[in-house]
């Protein structure tokens, strides 16, 4: 199972700006000796040895997440790619299939957590969706999810209909867990404005959880036969962490959880990698890289063991 993040921000895109890039540019100049630039090995050792913030950025694009499975479907010519939520990442991922030169055919299952516009607004501008060779399956608990979807690509929203896609579209409301080339997909209900759904994904080897837009609370930390079977011992959690805990505290019930939260609850579920995810798009990546700090010390001041603290950053897979 390889994972991989195309769009990590909430709310909406945030690109950095000049004035930022500037910054970067500056403080790594700030930085540098003599001794640096004296050839490419103590130039390569320079910039590694920059911190992740400075050199590199998080990413600007809305959520967007990716699930390849090792299955029996390559076999047979085909690649399933499990897709959770179509914010402005998926563009991204479009322009790279573009790219790969396969010989594979994908067939892409893009699941929504919600239908907020960071979650979908990409859709739009996902190149393989014109392609009449590809496959695309939509999947949502909400049964209006065709109206949805192709409510956001008419006039005076977006002036090409959802019908110009040329690619086979479906369109699945989902009851219960479903099964694709040997993986099982689940879903469950979390605490947001107008819901959020969760996945998870579980392939017999491997589990992998997708839980953007939660405001967890303490029905979730309650050890009961659901709960258990849902989250513990996952091998993978995406999971919100927008707020700090102050900003948590101050934003009751607008749908997001803090960092520490976040870390509570991996450790009440003996999470074994949990990633921070939905940035906010006022933060940097200054500011980013200290609240995964943050999320390690409080981590190690707690005394918690066996859980992994990532930061969610565009172009980076995790394979499990």
Known sequence: MRVR??????????????????????????????????????RERFLAGLPPWL?????????????RLENSAKAAGLEEILVFDAGSGIRELGIAMTKTKTKRKPLYHIFFSHFHWDHIMGIPFFSPAYDP??????????QALEA??????????FPVPMETMAC???FNTLTGPIEI????????????????????????RHTFIYSTDTELSA?????????????????????????????????YNWGHSAFSLAVDFAANWNIKHMVLFHHDPAYDDHKLFNILQSARWYTDRLNIKGVTISLATEDTEIVL
């Open 55 to 67: 050199f590199g950025t998080v990413g600007s694009n809305s959520p967007c997440v990716t699930v």
């Open 168 to 170: 086979r579209k479906s």
């Open 5 to 42: 993040f195309w769009g990590v921000r909430g709310s909406l895109p945030s690109p950095l700006l000049s004035s930022q890039v500037k910054s970067k540019v500056s403080a790594i100049i700030e930085r540098l000796t003599p001794e640096d630039l004296k050839g490419p090995e103590s």
């Open 181 to 204: 080339n040997g993986a099982s997909i689940s879903f469950r209900k979390m605490s947001h404005p107008g819901d959020s759904y969760s996945y998870k994904v579980d392939d017999g």
């Open 148 to 157: 949805i979807l192709q409510g956001q690509m008419t006039p005076p929203y």
């Open 219 to 251: 029905s979730d930390f309650l050890k009961n036969e659901e709960n258990t079977a849902y989250f513990s011992g996952v091998d993978l959690l995406v999971v919100d962490s927008q707020y700090t805990l102050g900003e948590a505290i101050e934003k």
């Open 133 to 142: 060779s590809v496959k695309l399956s939509f999947y949502s608990p909400e």
